[in-house]
Nanobody
């Protein structure tokens, strides 16, 4: 399994932007499907965006058009660019990595980074 460390969470005003980063250990990073999930106060954890090894991306309806996930395999890092942030985007954001063979059945999680959208 990979070790994941998120960063970039902050307090931001509504309408603002923020970029989260997730640094992964290991030499096989490029083979892992990566993604971001979030859990808001009193809410269940929800998937936000994902990117597979080939670079194809997918988004939750709540993120599509505002968030962009990307990966830099040379830096073992996945990013989540978030624009037009809303108070309902307030959550702890978690990075995850799915094993190249076992997929989500062998998913690694980061420790999370707090994003607060408030004026």
């Amino acid at each position: 399994q990979v070790q994941l460390v998120e960063s970039g969470g902050d307090l931001v005003q509504p309408g603002g932007s923020l970029t989260l980063s997730c640094a992964a250990s290991g030499s096989a990073f490029r083979l892992y499907a990566m993604g971001w999930s979030r859990q808001g106060p009193g809410k269940q954890r929800e998937l936000v965006a994902s990117v597979i090894s080939l670079g194809n991306t997918s988004y939750a309806d709540s993120a599509r058009g505002r968030f962009t996930i990307s990966r830099d395999n040379a830096k073992n890092t996945v990013y989540l660019q978030m624009n037009s942030l809303k108070p309902e985007d307030t959550a702890v954001y978690y990075c995850y990595a799915d094993h190249p063979i076992y997929g989500s059945g062998s998913r690694s999680w980061g420790q999370g980074t707090q994003v607060t959208v408030s004026s």
